[in-house]
């Protein structure tokens, strides 16, 4: 919530603030105008005297200097596409992203529908999972980038351990990576002359798999190795 003569700490959130305020109460609204010294919301029906306006000013700092309700028709704000923006929905359904990464677009759809009273469309809801993967997870693409550091974190920390990084010469596009820890490598040199091999894909974009060499010991359980 928001009120008159608030105060903030910078016009971006402001900006933030105030739209959400409005999207919270099940209304809709127009960007007047926005840049880095006011922030002005009026309503889309023109006869409305709907009215937000921010200012940034040195002696009051960033303040809400107006407020004026809505005084239109509640058809005004019927499928109002700005309460499907992904800023406005990550915030809904951020904890359920971090509890369950493998919640479904379907339930955040669902969810969404039964506790903001909002219907988003499904490819929506699946943009909403997925920004809030990359921004709890990071992207993907940027896991290749930390593989060297990792493997010179090992041999300074784990003497007698190995690692290798194969990457394309020429792109220098990652193609493998191993990694063989020294414990596991002591312990496979006292048993049984004999190396398995198991691999599985992963849910990559990049289709990697990944694989797992074992051996076994005199009980007969296996030690992995890299």
């Known amino acids: 919530m928001v009120a008159l003569h608030d105060t903030f700490a910078s016009i971006t959130e402001a900006r933030e603030a105030i739209n959400r305020h409005v999207l919270d109460d099940g209304e809709s609204y127009r960007v007047y105008k926005s840049d880095s010294k006011r922030h002005i919301l009026v309503c889309k029906d023109k006869s409305c005297s709907f009215e937000i306006r921010v200012w940034c000013t040195k002696k009051t700092g960033v303040t809400i200097t107006q407020m004026k309700p809505h005084t239109c028709r509640p058809t005004v704000h019927y499928k109002n ?7 406005f929905l990550k915030d809904h359904h951020h904890a359920s992203v971090v509890d369950n990464r493998n919640i479904t677009p379907a339930q955040i759809q669902s969810d969404e529908r039964l ?4 219907n988003i469309s499904y490819m929506q809801a699946y943009r909403v999972k997925q920004s809030l993967l990359v921004e709890i997870e990071g992207h993907e693409a940027d896991c ?3 593989f060297p550091a990792y493997l010179q974190h090992m041999a300074d920390t784990d003497d007698g351990s190995l690692g ?3 990457y394309d010469e020429e792109t220098s596009r990652f193609e493998a990576a191993a990694f063989a820890p020294s414990a596991t490598i002591n312990a496979c040199r006292n048993i049984r002359k004999f190396v398995a091999l198991d691999a599985c894909h992963t849910k990559s974009r990049y289709l990697m798999m990944l694989m797992i060499a074992v051996r076994i010991d005199a009980n007969d359980n296996a030690i992995p190795l890299a």
């Open 81 to 87: 596409k700005q309460a499907s923006a992904i800023w």
């Open 115 to 118: 506790r903001f009273n909002n």
């Open 164 to 166: 290798r990084l194969s």
């Open 144 to 146: 290749f980038a930390r």
